[in-house]
Every structure is written in structure tokens, then in C-alpha cells.
Antibody
Framework: QVQLVQSGAEVRKPGASVKVSCKAS????????INWVRQATGQGLEWMGW????????GYAQKFQGRVTMTRDTSVSTAYMELSSLRSDDTAVYYC???????????WGQGTLVTVSS | IQMTQSPSSVSASVGDTVTIHCRAN??????LNWYQQRPREAPKLLVY???TLQRGVPSRFSGDGSGTVFTLIISSLQPEDFATYYC??????????FGQGTKVDI
């Protein structure tokens, strides 16, 4: 069965960086895009960007341009999202989600809580 | 592209029919998805391409609309349907924006 398993919760100080992983199983990793979506506590969903695991091509929301980097390691079917220059308002649950050709997100990781606090 | 959902919350009872609206500020054809999110869970895809039910989703959920106006209808509300629902547009190049969510509670 398709699964996306994310790395565990992280705590960072303002100005630091965090790298979240998303390990895919149950399907061919390079055949579907990986998207990243975040959700601050009590807030809605915010799309951050996408990556094509086959080509490595990426696209980021303008809000995160220059601060986010999405990469992958196809040998272990894992996608990564690194966010730098962290601020307190980056405290959120970060999700990876598989994107289909219909551009719908059909499988999601369990979420990774990133807390930014001094 | 901005997505606006209404209402922001709705109170309902088991067995009720609930309608959630989503409006885009420009045409997005049929590029509209609906997700359900229960507390402390990841979102779950319910409907894609405006009207197509995701495999395994109960038939009491249905989606309608095209262009700029869309609806999600939940018929005969069940206890497990009390959750927050989000629309998402995926028209053209990214960003793929979400609506602000509609909370369905008892």
C-alpha cells in the first residue's frame, strides 16, 4: 500500500534551518510529484511547493522563494524539504503529499511538527 | 488565484445535508479538489476534478461546479463527517491555493 512516512518533530531557534524527510513506499517514487503543505496551529492549509522526483525539477510558492529547497534521493525513495532563516511564524505541521496527474493530492504523510522558539 | 469558502463553519446534526461553497476569483475550469481533515490527522482527498469521487470515499459526498463556483454536498451526515473541509485549485501553473476551510461541527 502507498505510504509516505515523515521524519519526527523538530525544534529550532530563530534563524536556523530545518530539513524534513518524506519516505515513499508502495509505488514507483519517480512517477509522481511530491508536494509540501504546511499548517500552523488552528490555521488552514498552505501550499509551499512541488518537486518532480524523476527530474528533480521544483516549483516554489513565491512566499517561500529563497528560503525553501526541495530535493530527493531516488535510491531511498525519499523527498526532503529544507526551510532556512526560520522565524516563529514558521512553527507549523509540515506535510508531504503525492501529486497525481489530475493534480490532486491523493496520499499524505503523517505530518512533522516544526517548532521555532528561542 | 484566490479561493473563498463559505460558510467558515456550520453546525449540523447526524442525518442532515450540508452544502459547502467554494469560489475562485478567476475561472479554473474543473481544476478543483476537496479534502477532509479530522482533528490531529492529515487531510484526505474526497473529490478531484470538481466532481469525481476519490476511490473509497462514501457516495454521500458529491462535488459540483465549474468555472468559478463549486460546491461540496454531504448527504445524510454521519458522526465521522464532523471535520474541516478544504477546497483547492490546481489550475495552470502553481501555486495550488487552498480555501480557508469550513468546519462542520455538531
Amino acid at each position: 500500500q502507498v505510504q509516505l512516512v515523515q521524519s519526527g518533530a523538530e525544534v529550532r531557534k530563530p534563524g536556523a534551518s530545518v530539513k524534513v524527510s518524506c519516505k515513499a513506499s508502495g509505488y514507483t517514487f519517480t512517477s509522481y510529484d511530491i508536494n509540501w503543505v504546511r499548517q500552523a496551529t488552528g490555521q488552514g492549509l498552505e501550499w509551499m511547493g512541488w518537486m518532480n522526483p524523476n527530474s528533480g525539477n521544483t516549483g516554489y510558492a513565491q512566499k517561500f522563494q529563497g528560503r525553501v529547497t526541495m530535493t530527493r534521493d531516488t535510491s531511498v525513495s525519499t523527498a526532503y524539504m529544507e526551510l532556512s532563516s526560520l522565524r516563529s511564524d514558521d512553527t507549523a505541521v509540515y506535510y508531504c503529499a503525492r501529486g497525481r496527474g489530475s493534480r490532486s493530492f491523493d496520499y499524505w504523510g503523517q505530518g512533522t511538527l516544526v517548532t521555532v522558539s528561542s | 488565484i484566490q479561493m473563498t469558502q463559505s460558510p467558515s463553519s456550520v453546525s449540523a446534526s447526524v442525518g442532515d445535508t450540508v452544502t459547502i461553497h467554494c469560489r475562485a476569483n478567476q475561472t479554473i475550469n474543473y481544476a478543483l479538489n476537496w479534502y477532509q481533515q479530522r482533528p490531529r490527522e492529515a487531510p484526505k482527498l474526497l473529490v478531484y476534478a470538481a466532481t469525481t469521487l476519490q476511490r473509497g470515499v462514501p457516495s454521500r459526498f458529491s462535488g459540483d461546479g465549474s468555472g468559478t463556483v463549486f460546491t461540496l454536498i454531504i448527504s445524510s451526515l454521519q458522526p465521522e463527517d464532523f471535520a474541516t473541509y478544504y477546497c483547492q485549485q490546481t489550475f495552470g501553473p502553481p501555486p495550488y491555493t487552498f480555501g480557508q476551510g469550513t468546519k462542520v461541527d455538531i
